[in-house]
């Protein structure tokens, strides 16, 4: 399978300290977003619930307290699921980086790309951001009822996810957007199936720590690979 020989010419490259960085970046913005989110879903929490209440003559001290709690015990079981989704956004704002050093080794006989502007990744990232939490924390309550099958469904809604936004943004630096677009649905199908093979790590502790890198430079080979002339003419 060729989307492997993408993925082991990614895994390959890990040293390369373009990569790290970009990998540390990812990962202390994910931790100030998940941190910052927990604090804030605790004080509403503690907000909103009085410290006591009478409930049917029975009066509960420290009800704020314990839902301050409950919030915090909420959010570290959503961050399970959250963290790498949210760290692959953040890490969509730096795959300039990776592209390019990807390209530099592996395509040197490309001519150069153009960069995404700062405003307009932001804004893809912003957006990519709000899909994947609010996606992702509505398959949370899918993953109780679906049982057994719930690593079938993260696999398949963060492949989905990850594998589009990914291939459109390594797009995007050679063909635009709408040639980006029009690329993404010509290779749909092997697209989504390389983001699921990027979110079945995603459930290794340690490992999917890597991922957002991994899936940033494997997409930079799955485009030149299926795109190849659009790459060479752009």
């Known amino acids: 399978?060729?989307?492997?020989?993408?993925?082991?010419?990614?895994?390959g490259q890990i040293p390369d300290p373009r990569f790290l960085r970009v990998l540390l970046l990812g990962l202390g913005l994910t931790l100030a977003l998940l941190i910052g989110a927990t604090r804030l879903f605790a004080w509403l929490a503690g907000w909103l619930v009085p410290e006591s209440f009478t409930l049917f003559g029975l009066t509960i001290d420290?009800?704020?307290?314990?839902?301050?709690?409950?919030?915090?015990?909420?959010?570290?079981?959503?961050?399970?699921?959250?963290?790498?989704?949210?760290?692959?956004?953040?890490?969509?704002?730096?795959?300039?980086?990776?592209?390019?050093?990807?390209?530099?080794?592996?395509?040197?006989?490309?001519?150069?790309?153009?960069?995404?502007?700062m405003g307009e990744a932001l804004k893809d990232t912003v957006n990519f951001l709000g899909v994947i939490i609010a996606v992702n924390l509505l398959a949370l309550i899918l993953y109780f009822l679906v049982g057994p099958f719930a690593p079938v469904l993260f696999w398949a809604v963060n492949g989905f996810l990850l594998g589009r936004e990914y291939f459109q943004l390594v797009a995007m630096r050679r063909v635009g957007?709408?040639?980006?677009?029009?690329?993404?649905?010509?290779?749909?199908?092997?697209?989504?199936?390389?983001?699921?093979?990027?979110?079945?790590?995603?459930?290794?502790?340690?490992?999917?720590?890597?991922?957002?890198?991994?899936?940033?430079?494997?997409?930079?080979?799955?485009?030149?690979?299926?795109?190849?002339?659009?790459?060479?003419?752009?």
């Open 177 to 234: 957007r709408q040639g980006a677009i029009a690329a993404r649905r010509r290779h749909m199908p092997e697209i989504w199936l390389a983001g699921g093979l990027m979110a079945i790590p995603l459930s290794l502790p340690v490992i999917n720590l890597f991922v957002p890198i991994l899936g940033a430079a494997t997409f930079t080979h799955l485009y030149h690979r299926l795109e190849p002339q659009d790459a060479r003419v752009s």
């Open 62 to 117: 420290f009800a704020g307290g314990i839902a301050s709690g409950a919030a915090v015990l909420v959010m570290l079981v959503a961050s399970v699921f959250l963290m790498v989704p949210v760290a692959s956004a953040f890490t969509g704002l730096f795959l300039e980086q990776v592209a390019e050093a990807v390209e530099a080794r592996f395509y040197p006989h490309l001519p150069p790309a153009t960069p995404v502007p």
């Open 1 to 11: 399978m060729r989307i492997l020989g993408d993925f082991a010419r990614a895994v």
